[in-house]
């Protein structure tokens, strides 16, 4: 029995490695977003002191893992069975909910998703345990405070950090202006002062300041004159900063990068617990059995070990330090999490992540008929002066950045700021929250979210909000249950949990490299967007719209003939299939146009004014190539779905030779498009006419036929052909509009 619980807890520590990687995909957003958005240096000299700060924060930490052995149960009630099978049911849930959040690029809390495991599986166990004895209650085998404390967190931090985030940043900008090199010769000393003293208080409070290895007394000095170190501090901070100025020391990148370290090292001292807690304690519940059983059983063994705090040896802290480390230097999902929130608070236009939402707009249009209403009381006067320190044309940004570093600094002395007035009010807000509310609420003070994206980035910031509170649920229900399972599937039911966690970690990972490089294709509307040149983004985006153009062409003769040979062959599947197809092909239009929009307004102003007939006849046509193939595709999935008639005979074959001159129309308009070459533009077309004739002459014809048709038994196919005619006619006509309109875009 001994040998099977060394197996699990030789898999919780192995899991704890995975879910190291997996966490820190998901809260390396914390500390990287700001550094990485201002390109404020390197990502190699952003990691490394990331990296600094990590390794620092986890030989620090206390190593107080009490929320994993006491913080939601009451473990002297529970037998060594029962909690080894919550420990393994909450790190199988955790890994699994943290890598689906990851892959989906939304960040997440693991703060929460631990607390709401631990809950959710102690809850299961508690309700067993009642169940078989009537003197037990929730009170007296659950710490379900925690649980609440949590929740309440989450609601203050949300709404505080958006809050003093946009009047922070309102107030900054207004002091610094988008050109901040120009109006910081003297406010920066007071500026770097501030950031300076309250990243130093943040470390103090947060890292060294609570160490235990540190000397009694030092924490004792710190702890009792934290007041005096903090104006003193502050003052020299700020003669320095000065005097660095002077010097021409950017003084806002040296904010960031401290802050990097800052929010760095607090997360590894802090939330370490997260990823490795529950292992350890594990691991810790297993010596405790081995060490003190005494012939008992494990299912009559207590955990009274785990009421008592945790000694977790500096080893163990330290290795996990170090494989942090690696999970932000080598994890795309971490780059994943940190693109979807620099994208959110990107300074300027670029491709929105987000399609926009009922609640969005209705969020958009309130608060612009509240802006409008304000416009109405405030002096004109102010009004101009304030509009004039928001002068975007004269934002100095790194090339390629998303935001300038002005933003950057508030945006991570700010987030240190409300961390540590929540730790010192014992207030358990989450660094997520925080530090991603922070950045939406300066961005929005900012003036980032325009009126031309402004209900995308709402439409992104409900969407990571939503999932915050979906984490809590779907945590809480899935560790139940896989701890239900666990409970009476005993070690079979762990063994086959053990193979499926191994199994999706294996199968998500391939499924996010495959969608990776699908995304990677998107790399011409990247260029575009980082180059100032509008004679370079026009070339770049007569590229992308030419490569658009030709997939859509190829796409719509795949599914063309699909839908046809699923009607000749009633093959439900191959018609399910394009009617999946047809939908994802439906959004990703979307996004493609709204990129060579972009891509457009950048272009030089003479070329887009003239080309912009055949740029939206061209994107229109793109789309009604789908519209056409779904208008022909519904009927035909109801009729075959239903095993209604099949197609006679005599219709497949009346139709075959069209379907031909169709197949080698659309190749050849498909391969001028992709070569860029039109010799014979004139005479696809006029072929397409004479087609779309045969095609009437068919139709005539076949209603003619239907008119003197006797046997009702074929009057629904037959229907359902006419419509196959028509549609037909329409998609020759789409793509000889589509020809038209790449012909006339590309030409020089």
Same mark, same amino acid.
């Given at each position: 029995m001994?040998?099977?619980?060394?197996? +699990?807890?030789?898999?919780?520590?192995c899991?704890?490695?995975?879910?190291?990687?997996v966490?820190?995909s998901?809260?390396?957003?914390?500390f990287?977003?700001?550094?990485i958005?201002?390109?404020v240096a390197?990502?190699?000299?952003?990691?490394? @002191?990331?990296?600094c700060?990590?390794?620092?924060?986890?030989? !620090?930490?206390?190593?107080?893992m009490?929320?994993?052995?006491?913080?939601?149960?009451?473990?002297?009630?529970?037998?060594?069975?029962?909690?080894? =099978?919550?420990?393994?049911?909450?790190?199988?849930?955790?890994?699994?909910?943290?890598?689906?959040f990851n892959?989906l690029?939304?960040?997440?809390?693991?703060?929460?998703?631990?607390?709401?495991?631990?809950?959710?599986?102690?809850f299961?166990?508690?309700?067993?345990k009642?169940i078989?004895?009537?003197?037990?209650n929730?009170?007296m085998?659950?710490?379900?405070?925690?649980?609440?404390?949590? +929740?309440?967190g989450?609601?203050s931090?949300?709404?505080?950090a958006?809050?003093?985030?946009?009047?922070?940043?309102w107030l900054s900008?207004?002091?610094?202006?988008?050109?901040y090199?120009?109006?910081?010769?003297?406010?920066?000393?007071i500026?770097?002062?501030?950031?300076?003293?309250?990243l130093?208080?943040? @470390?103090f409070?947060?890292?060294?300041g609570?160490?235990?290895y540190?000397?009694?007394?030092?924490r004792?000095?710190?702890? #009792?004159n934290?007041?005096?170190?903090?104006c003193?501090t502050?003052?020299v901070?700020a003669?320095?900063?000065?005097?660095?100025?002077?010097?021409?020391?950017?003084?806002f990148k040296?904010?960031?990068? !401290?802050?990097t370290f800052?929010?760095? !090292?607090?997360?590894?001292?802090?939330?370490?617990?997260?990823?490795i807690?529950?292992?350890?304690?594990?691991?810790?519940s297993? *010596?405790?059995? !081995?060490?003190n059983a005494?012939g008992?059983?494990?299912?009559?063994?207590?955990? =009274?070990s785990?009421?008592?705090?945790?000694?977790?040896?500096?080893v163990?802290?330290?290795?996990?330090?170090?494989?942090?480390?690696?999970a932000?230097a080598?994890?795309?999902?971490?780059?994943?999490?940190i693109?979807?929130?620099?994208d959110?608070?990107?300074q300027?236009?670029?491709?929105e992540?987000?399609?926009?939402?009922s609640?969005?707009?209705?969020?958009?249009?309130?608060?612009?008929?509240?802006?409008?209403?304000?416009?109405?009381f405030?002096?004109?006067?102010?009004?101009?002066w304030?509009?004039?320190?928001f002068?975007?044309n004269?934002?100095?940004?790194?090339?390629?950045?998303?935001?300038?570093?002005?933003r950057a600094?508030? &945006?991570?002395?700010?987030?240190?700021?409300?961390?540590?007035?929540?730790? *010192?009010?014992?207030?358990?807000?989450?660094?997520t929250? $925080?530090?991603?509310?922070?950045?939406?609420?300066?961005?929005?003070?900012?003036?980032a979210?325009?009126?031309?994206?402004?209900?995308?980035?709402?439409?992104?910031?409900l969407?990571v909000?939503?999932?915050?509170?979906?984490?809590?649920?779907?945590?809480?229900a899935?560790c139940?249950?896989?701890?239900l399972a666990?409970?009476?599937g005993?070690i079979?039911?762990?063994?086959a949990f053990?193979?499926?966690?191994?199994?999706?970690?294996?199968r998500?990972?391939i499924?996010?490299?495959?969608k990776?490089?699908?995304?990677?294709?998107?790399?011409?509307?990247?260029?575009m967007?980082?180059?100032?040149?509008p004679?370079?983004?026009?070339?770049l985006?007569?590229?992308? $719209?030419?490569r658009?153009?030709s997939?859509?062409?190829?796409?719509?003769?795949s599914?063309f003939?699909? +839908?046809?040979?699923?009607?000749? &062959? %009633?093959?439900?599947r %191959?018609?399910?299939h394009?009617?999946?197809?047809?939908?994802?092909?439906?959004?990703? /239009?979307?996004?493609f146009?709204?990129?060579?929009?972009?891509?457009?307004?950048r272009s030089?102003?003479?070329?887009?004014?003239?080309?912009?007939?055949?740029?939206h006849?061209?994107?229109?046509?793109?789309?009604?190539f789908?519209?056409?193939?779904r208008?022909?595709l519904?009927?035909?999935?109801?009729?075959v779905?239903?095993?209604?008639?099949?197609?006679? =005979?005599?219709?497949? &074959?009346?139709f075959?030779?069209?379907?031909?001159?169709? *197949?080698?129309?659309?190749?050849?308009?498909?391969?001028q498009?992709?070569t860029?070459?039109?010799?014979?533009?004139?005479?696809?077309l006029?072929?397409?006419?004479?087609?779309?004739?045969?095609?009437s002459?068919?139709?005539k014809?076949?209603?003619?036929?239907?008119q003197?048709?006797?046997?009702?038994?074929l009057? /629904? +196919?037959?229907?359902?052909?006419?419509?196959v005619? #028509?549609?037909?006619?329409?998609?020759?006509s789409?793509?000889?509009h /589509?020809?038209?309109?790449?012909?006339?875009?590309?030409?020089n």
């Amino acid at each position: 029995m001994g040998t099977i619980y060394l197996c +699990i807890v030789i898999f919780l520590l192995c899991l704890a490695v995975f879910d190291l990687f997996v966490g820190v995909s998901n809260d390396a957003v914390n500390f990287l977003q700001s550094a990485i958005g201002a390109k404020v240096a390197k990502f190699r000299t952003v990691l490394i @002191i990331a990296s600094c700060g990590v390794v620092l924060g986890a030989i !620090m930490s206390s190593g107080m893992m009490d929320i994993a052995r006491h913080g939601i149960m009451s473990p002297d009630r529970f037998t060594f069975e029962e909690v080894m =099978t919550l420990f393994l049911a909450v790190m199988v849930t955790d890994v699994i909910v943290l890598d689906v959040f990851n892959t989906l690029g939304m960040p997440t809390s693991t703060t929460v998703s631990l607390v709401f495991e631990l809950l959710g599986g102690a809850f299961i166990l508690a309700t067993l345990k009642m169940i078989g004895d009537d003197s037990l209650n929730y009170g007296m085998l659950l710490n379900s405070n925690k649980a609440l404390e949590v +929740i309440m967190g989450i609601f203050s931090s949300v709404i505080i950090a958006f809050v003093f985030g946009a009047f922070v940043m309102w107030l900054s900008r207004v002091v610094f202006t988008f050109n901040y090199r120009k109006h910081s010769r003297y406010s920066i000393a007071i500026f770097g002062g501030i950031a300076f003293t309250a990243l130093s208080y943040f @470390i103090f409070m947060k890292g060294l300041g609570k160490s235990p290895y540190l000397p009694a007394e030092w924490r004792d000095f710190i702890d #009792q004159n934290i007041g005096s170190l903090l104006c003193a501090t502050f003052v020299v901070s700020a003669i320095v900063m000065e005097f660095l100025h002077l010097c021409r020391v950017n003084i806002f990148k040296f904010t960031v990068l !401290m802050g990097t370290f800052a929010l760095a !090292m607090a997360f590894a001292g802090n939330d370490l617990v997260n990823f490795i807690g529950v292992p350890l304690a594990g691991l810790s519940s297993y *010596n405790d059995y !081995m060490a003190n059983a005494n012939g008992v059983g494990p299912d009559s063994f207590m955990m =009274t070990s785990l009421m008592e705090s945790a000694k977790t040896t500096p080893v163990y802290l330290l290795a996990a330090g170090f494989v942090m480390i690696v999970a932000m230097a080598t994890s795309k999902k971490a780059q994943n999490v940190i693109k979807t929130s620099v994208d959110l608070s990107r300074q300027d236009e670029g491709d929105e992540m987000f399609g926009s939402s009922s609640a969005a707009r209705v969020i958009v249009r309130n608060c612009q008929s509240a802006d409008s209403w304000l416009n109405r009381f405030m002096p004109k006067s102010l009004k101009q002066w304030i509009n004039s320190r928001f002068d975007k044309n004269d934002v100095e940004l790194e090339e390629s950045a998303a935001f300038d570093v002005v933003r950057a600094a508030v &945006n991570l002395v700010l987030a240190s700021m409300l961390i540590t007035i929540g730790t *010192n009010l014992k207030l358990p807000l989450s660094t997520t929250y $925080v530090t991603f509310m922070v950045a939406m609420g300066s961005s929005l003070a900012d003036k980032a979210w325009s009126r031309e994206s402004a209900v995308f980035r709402v439409t992104g910031v409900l969407s990571v909000i939503g999932g915050w509170f979906i984490t809590a649920g779907v945590a809480f229900a899935a560790c139940a249950l896989v701890c239900l399972a666990m409970h009476f599937g005993g070690i079979l039911v762990q063994t086959a949990f053990i193979v499926l966690v191994i199994f999706m970690l294996i199968r998500s990972n391939i499924q996010y490299n495959k969608k990776s490089k699908e995304e990677s294709k998107g790399s011409t509307f990247q260029l575009m967007m980082r180059s100032h040149d509008p004679e370079i983004v026009w070339d770049l985006l007569r590229r992308h $719209v030419s490569r658009t153009q030709s997939f859509v062409c190829r796409f719509a003769l795949s599914e063309f003939n699909l +839908i046809m040979d699923g009607l000749a &062959n %009633e093959n439900t599947r %191959e018609l399910r299939h394009a009617n999946k197809e047809l939908k994802k092909e439906q959004d990703m /239009q979307k996004k493609f146009r709204r990129q060579e929009m972009l891509g457009l307004k950048r272009s030089p102003l003479e070329i887009a004014i003239e080309r912009n007939t055949w740029f939206h006849l061209g994107a229109n046509s793109n789309q009604q190539f789908i519209y056409s193939l779904r208008r022909m595709l519904d009927p035909i999935k109801e009729h075959v779905d239903n095993n209604f008639n099949p197609l006679p =005979t005599e219709y497949i &074959n009346e139709f075959m030779p069209i379907r031909q001159k169709i *197949n080698d129309l659309m190749k050849m308009s498909c391969e001028q498009i992709e070569t860029s070459r039109y010799e014979n533009y004139r005479e696809i077309l006029a072929e397409a006419d004479a087609c779309k004739d045969e095609l009437s002459v068919i139709r005539k014809k076949h209603i003619d036929r239907l008119q003197n048709m006797k046997d009702n038994t074929l009057m /629904q +196919i037959s229907l359902v052909y006419l419509n196959v005619l #028509q549609e037909s006619q329409e998609f020759l006509s789409v793509m000889r509009h /589509q020809l038209r309109a790449a012909k006339k875009f590309m030409e020089n």
